[in-house]
């Protein structure tokens, strides 16, 4: 449904999680019986997870130890080669330093520390043999710019997904300045799966999949220390992105006869939240707030995103989530508080099980329905739990 801006301009109406609601269906189902392992094949191989929630590439969210805890239980978590990580031998004090700035002089004193420091491939090749030591998958993140500098350091590690990933990655970059990364001769090229994003449209995540990427990512600007809608004015509400990504999915896979799978990328801060983007078409989730809060992430309870410390341009924010608990009370409970920010997986099998569905699959065609009522209570909870916090 398209409505009037002014009488040159028209736009779609676009929903955001606070927006839309699961409709219970006929049938009920025991959360013990409920499926919600995640899968894709890549050549011949098969890459299983127990949990469908990754880890964003985030500084203040994983590094080598936090993925090890976190493939163990289940998840997949992406480090990020451009980062802290690879810039130091020993980010422990960089870390301290960006816990302790101020609100007001953070992003300033973070380009500092993220400048004085290049990106070393012998730490990139490290850091992820560091992931590897602990029998888990090693997942890591680069950006289309930087992806073929450092590619071959991450491989040398052990790396066995990688994921390309900026604010927005298209498949078809025009450049008078660079020759841009061609994504469908390097992905083709390459012996290991690549996931690709961020997106936010039907075509961007079309074009996309039509690179070989076994996934993308779909989300524009919608994490919690994201401020690129602000900054830039682009993005798309995560329930609408979702579902337009869902829907490229399926054109693509006529086309083609492959199955890419959409993996919600940000905006999401409870098991509700998880369960609304599985319902509106994701096959995964990758989420950095609500793990920023466990007590293995590395940012001492802050996190930023990758833009964050750009030397020209920040986009993002260092934002305080606080320490809630253990990273496996974060994704599997048990939960001590009511909030729905502690045990996501729990909530997301139990909202399944209340509507009925064994798998995610399933899931995906569960009725959703507009209620922009659910905005105004969710803002109205937010307020009484700030005032019970004393804020």
Request: charged share 20%.
């Amino acid at each position: 449904m398209e409505v009037e801006i002014g009488r040159g301009k028209t736009a779609r109406r676009a929903y955001g999680f606070d927006d839309i609601a699961i409709v219970p269906s006929r049938r009920t189902r025991d959360p013990r019986d409920v499926d919600i392992h995640w899968e894709f094949t890549y050549r011949g191989k098969e890459y299983s997870f127990g949990l469908p929630v990754l880890a964003s590439a985030m500084d203040g969210v994983v590094d080598p130890a936090f993925a090890g805890v976190m493939g163990k239980l289940g998840g997949l978590a992406v480090l990020n080669l451009e980062g802290i990580q690879t810039r130091y031998e020993d980010p422990s004090a960089q870390l301290d330093a960006i816990a302790s700035f101020d609100n007001e002089e953070a992003t300033a004193r973070m380009q500092e520390i993220y400048a004085a420091e290049d990106v070393k491939p012998e730490l990139v090749t490290r850091r992820v043999a560091e992931i590897k030591e602990q029998g888990v998958l090693a997942a890591a993140s680069l950006t289309p710019q930087n992806v073929e500098r450092y590619i071959e350091a991450a491989l040398a590690g052990g790396l066995d997904i990688l994921i390309i990933q900026g604010t927005v990655v298209s498949a078809e970059h025009v450049s008078s300045y660079d020759k841009p990364l061609d994504l469908n001769t390097f992905i083709r090229d390459l012996d290991i799966p690549v996931i690709v994003g961020g997106c936010c449209s039907y075509q961007g995540a079309l074009h996309l999949m039509r690179t070989g990427a076994v996934g993308v990512l779909v989300g524009v600007g919608p994490g919690h220390a994201c401020t690129s809608r602000r900054v830039l004015g682009i993005g798309v509400p995560q329930c609408t992105a979702v579902a337009d990504a869902a829907a490229a999915r399926m054109r693509h896979l006529d086309e083609t006869g492959v199955y890419c799978h959409v993996i919600a990328d940000g905006g999401m801060r409870t098991g509700g939240d998880l369960a609304k983007a599985i319902a509106c078409g994701a096959d995964s989730v990758m989420i950095g707030s609500p793990l920023a809060a466990a007590a293995e992430a590395p940012g001492r309870g802050y996190h930023w995103g990758m833009a964050t410390f750009h030397p020209d341009l920040p986009r993002g924010t260092r934002v305080y989530a606080g320490q809630k608990g253990t990273l496996e009370e974060v994704l599997v409970g048990p939960a001590r508080q009511n909030d729905g920010t502690l045990n996501l997986c729990g909530g997301l099998k139990t909202s399944m099980a209340t509507c009925g569905y064994e798998n995610l699959k399933t899931f995906q065609k569960a009725e959703v329905m507009v209620a922009p009522a659910l905005q105004t209570e969710g803002k109205a909870l937010q307020q009484a739990q700030r005032v019970g916090m004393g804020r």
